[in-house]
Antibody, heavy 122, light 107 residues
C-alpha cells in the first residue's frame, strides 16, 4: 500500500529555517517524480517544488532561491529545506507522488500525504 | 506561466443533480489536465487525469472532457459524499498550476 507521511511542520519566526520530511512506503521514491504542494489557510492549492526521478529539480518563483527539494534514497524519504521563511509561507504542506518519473506531462498526483502545517509568525 | 480559470467558484446543488465545472487555461495544454476532489481537512484526491481518464476506484458518475484550453468535469448524479471542493491542474509545463477551486455545496 502506498503511503506518504509528512512531518516537521511547526511555528517559526520570519527569517527562520525549517526542514520538512515525507516518508514514503509501498513504492520507491527515486522511481517517481515527487512534489511539494501547499495550501494556505482557507485558500487553494499551490505547487511549490518537484524532483524528477532523474534528480532534476524545479521550483515555483515564490520559493526559488529559498527552498530546496531533495530525497534520501536509502531512507525512501523526500525533504523540503525551507530558508528565509516569510509569513506568506504559512500553509499546510503536502507531499505528492506522480505516477511516473520523467516527463512533465505526467506530473499529476495520484497519492498525497496528510499534510503538515507550517506557521510563520512573530 | 499557464493561468487556470475555474468556474463557477461555488455552486449549490441537490442530490441527484447533474453538475458541470469548467476549467479554462491561458494557453493550449493538449489534454494535460487533471481534476481533484478535496474535503475539509483532508488531502486532495485524484479523480481524472489526461482530461478524461478516470482514476482507478473513482465512481463512473465522474467524467472529464476537453482539450486545448477548455475542459469540463461533470458529475452525472450528485451524491451526498460529493459535496467538496474541486480543483483542476495542468501538467503541460512547469510551473505546475491549479485552478482556484469550485466549492460544491448542498442546496
Amino acid at each position: 500500500e502506498v503511503q506518504l507521511v509528512e512531518s516537521g511542520g511547526v511555528l517559526k519566526q520570519p527569517g527562520g529555517s525549517l526542514r520538512l520530511s515525507c516518508a514514503a512506503s509501498g513504492f520507491t521514491v527515486s522511481s517517481h517524480s515527487m512534489s511539494w504542494v501547499r495550501q494556505a489557510p482557507g485558500k487553494g492549492l499551490e505547487w511549490v517544488s518537484l524532483i524528477y526521478s532523474g534528480g532534476r529539480t524545479s521550483y515555483a518563483d515564490s520559493v526559488k532561491g529559498r527552498f530546496t527539494i531533495s530525497r534520501d534514497n536509502s531512507k525512501n524519504t523526500l525533504f523540503l529545506q525551507m530558508n528565509s521563511l516569510r509569513a506568506e509561507d504559512t500553509a499546510v504542506y503536502y507531499c505528492a507522488r506522480s505516477p511516473k518519473g520523467i516527463a512533465t506531462v505526467d506530473l499529476y498526483f495520484d497519492y498525497w500525504g496528510q499534510g503538515t502545517l507550517v506557521t510563520v509568525s512573530s | 506561466d499557464i493561468q487556470m480559470t475555474q468556474s463557477p467558484s461555488s455552486l449549490s446543488a441537490s442530490v441527484g443533480d447533474r453538475v458541470t465545472i469548467t476549467c479554462r487555461t491561458s494557453q493550449s495544454i493538449s489534454n494535460y489536465l487533471s481534476w481533484y476532489q478535496q474535503k475539509p481537512g483532508k488531502a486532495p484526491k485524484l479523480l481524472i487525469y489526461a482530461a478524461s481518464t478516470l482514476q482507478s476506484g473513482v465512481p463512473s458518475r465522474f467524467s472529464g472532457s476537453g482539450s486545448g484550453t477548455d475542459f469540463t468535469l461533470t458529475i452525472s448524479s450528485l451524491q451526498p459524499e460529493d459535496f467538496a471542493t474541486y480543483y483542476c491542474q495542468q501538467s503541460s509545463s512547469t510551473p505546475l498550476t491549479f485552478g482556484g477551486g469550485t466549492k460544491v455545496e448542498i442546496k
